[in-house]
């Protein structure tokens, strides 16, 4: 690598002295040309009407568009995991299974205690019954004034009492009924299964963090489940291009791991915010992954076309100089012998190639020798330029 810099740094430098050496001679050699300057040597290429694309490259991570972590609601001993990194899970799949004892002695415990309510709740519904029916037999021996007033207040309150006894019964059985039902729900929770909402299809298990045999609290991470089929390019887009993404713009993507390979995608989502420490925004791209080549965590580099002019008026971007704190080029003149200074606007750079907004250009622009020039200087031209001198024979003359 070292051996390869040299060689390039010497020949560059060889490059540099020849040029010298050839703007020297030439300049010595060239016809005057106007207020007694020397013409100076240059290249000069034509102006050009060409389209030219604005276009961005930025780099970026690849995310996976959905990815969630399968994690146990209660805790327990891990008694079986039944996926592995890779392997491919359906909405609903089993993923593990936790210790489910103590779960399924607490449900036993529940439905015990529900069949303890209920014949309570028979018992007081028996007892409510013959309350009732004294009550009523009283209120008739009362009409017929052969109960007395306080008979017919015992009787009464006797019913009461019996109804209150039967109502908490009721509320004690929907209660066991409840806690019977938190238990199968807890005792179910020791069955821990793939679930997502957004679309069918088939996920990749991508992590696995426990093994079979550890204990495991709630929300403890078993596995990581990840939808490959789209992908996200993540980008942060500076304050300069903020204002030219939109959402829907087409964006090309290569990776290192497939360096010949393109991938389209389109530009999904858009922060509508900078980041005050980087004053950049982040940008989603959505990438289509159906053959799984594209996999998340890989570095991205995304070309989005901002712009394109059709029939633009461009010049080599070598062309271009400052003269006086303006941009301009020179423009040689039809005869081809000076060139003259024009300030241009320039739009679109693009391979080598700059658009010019205005002025209207024609004719042909210096591209080499231009730092040596000023506004009316003369220029010989390479395929113009004067004869090469001859060397005096060494021969005699005829009849010398």
Not at 25 to 54: D, F, L, N
Not at 215 to 227: E, H, Q, R, S, Y
Not at 370 to 394: A, F, N, W, Y
Request: glycine letters at 8%.
């Amino acid at each position: 690598m070292k051996k390869v810099i040299v060689i390039l740094a010497v020949f560059i430098c060889v490059t540099l002295i020849g040029w010298r050496v050839y703007v020297k001679v030439w300049a010595e050699e060239a016809p005057s040309g106007g207020r007694g300057a020397r013409a100076i040597p240059v290249e000069v290429k034509p102006v050009q009407r060409r389209t030219v694309r604005h276009v961005e490259e930025f780099t970026g991570t690849l995310v996976a568009k959905s990815q969630f972590v399968v994690a146990p609601k209660v805790s327990g001993r891990l008694e079986e995991l039944k996926v592995n990194i890779g392997d491919t899970v359906k909405n609903g799949d089993l993923i593990a299974v936790l210790d489910s004892a103590e779960y399924a002695q607490q449900v036993a415990q529940a439905k015990a205690e529900l069949a303890v309510g209920r014949a309570n709740h028979a018992e007081t519904q028996s007892a409510l019954d013959v309350a009732t029916r004294e009550y009523d037999r009283a209120k008739e021996l009362r009409q017929q004034k052969v109960a007395s007033e306080a008979e017919l207040d015992e009787a009464k309150a006797r019913f009461n009492a019996a109804e209150a006894k039967h109502a908490v019964a009721e509320a004690q059985i929907k209660q066991k009924e409840a806690a019977l039902a938190a238990a199968e729900v807890r005792l179910s929770y020791t069955r821990i299964h793939a679930s997502w909402t957004d679309g069918g299809g088939t996920r990749t298990v991508a992590e696995r963090f426990k093994d079979e045999g550890n204990m495991l609290g709630a929300n403890d991470p078993i596995v990581t489940i990840v939808d490959g089929r789209t992908v996200l390019a993540i980008i942060n887009v500076i304050e300069r291009d903020f204002p030219d993404i939109r959402v829907g713009q087409v964006a090309t993507i290569t990776t290192d791991a497939y360096p010949d390979r393109q991938f389209v995608g389109k530009v999904a989502r858009r922060a509508p915010v900078l980041k005050e420490e980087s004053r950049q925004a982040r940008v989603e791209i959505e990438i289509p992954n159906p053959d799984g080549l594209l996999a998340p965590g890989m570095f991205a580099r995304a070309r989005i076309q901002f712009a394109e002019h059709s029939d633009a008026t461009v010049v080599p971007a070598s062309a271009l100089v400052r003269r006086d704190g303006r941009q301009g080029v020179f423009l040689v003149d039809g005869e081809g012998k000076k060139v003259r200074f024009v300030a241009v606007t320039v739009g679109i750079t693009e391979e080598g190639w700059a658009e010019i907004l205005q002025p209207q250009l024609q004719g042909s622009v210096v591209t080499l020798g231009q730092h040596l020039l000023e506004d009316g200087m003369s220029i010989v031209l390479p395929k113009t330029g004067p004869p090469s001198r001859q060397q005096p024979s060494s021969r005699p003359a005829a009849g010398g």
